[in-house]
């Protein structure tokens, strides 16, 4: 069965650090990879997908079919970065699961 | 103004009684999806539609119940077959070609007394 999988519930880092939020996932097709984020008191949205290979407010995420990781990767982490982020998978039959989520804290 | 609206916000119910909860969109998105958030254990996927008149289970459809009989609503019973309704509940829309991006309501607190 697909599954996404984010291991690290909370992740608290520096202002001006590095930060890397994990998500791998299970699909034996094609996956359509995306990340969402959910700031304070705001809904949830794109933030960014594996399709577009854009960067998206600094964040990048590479998609690795060898791995099957699809990992979210900032250099300097800023305190407006402070949210919940969601991995999120999309089949062919347009079922789009998401990973249980990752608080970040990011420390002034 | 485009969007995807969810009503009540919040909404209270006895145990034992069934209760519908609302999703309209003005998007013209084809596919509709309802999740449940819980703390810890992130978006968990309820039911989706791809289609009017067609939805698909989720992996937690066990009860709950959707209809789709029109693009722009995709409402969402919660029966009292459902073992812990008490939840937040969000809805989404999307295209799912082309411009794959979902966009969500801003979610209805349900609590069951």
């Known amino acids: 069965a697909q599954r996404v999988t984010q291991p690290e519930k909370l992740l608290s880092v520096f202002k001006g650090a590095p930060v890397e939020l994990k998500c791998n996932y299970s699909?034996?097709?094609?996956?359509?990879l995306f990340w969402y984020v959910q700031y304070s008191r705001q809904r949830l949205q794109l933030l960014l997908r594996h399709i577009s290979r854009e960067s998206i407010k600094g964040f990048t995420a590479d998609l690795n079919k060898g791995e099957t990781s699809f990992h979210l990767k900032k250099p300097f982490a800023q305190e407006e970065d402070s949210a919940m982020y969601y991995c999120a998978l999309l089949l062919n039959d347009y079922k789009l699961s998401f990973g249980a989520g990752t608080t970040v804290t990011v420390r002034a | 103004d485009g969007g995807i609206t969810q009503s009540p916000k919040y909404l209270f119910r006895k145990e034992g009684q069934n209760v519908t909860l609302s999703c309209e969109q003005n998007l013209n998105h084809d596919a509709m999806y309802w999740y449940r958030q819980d703390p810890g254990q992130g978006l968990r996927l309820i039911y989706y539609s791809q289609i009017v008149n067609d939805f698909q289970k989720g992996d937690i459809a066990e009860g709950y119940s959707v209809s789709r009989e029109k693009k722009e609503s995709f409402p969402l019973t919660v029966t009292s077959a459902q073992k812990n309704p008490t939840a937040f509940y969000l809805c989404a829309s999307m295209t799912p070609w082309g411009n794959t991006e979902a966009f969500f309501g801003q979610g209805t607190r349900l609590t069951v007394v």
């Open positions: 699909y034996s097709g094609s996956p359509e």
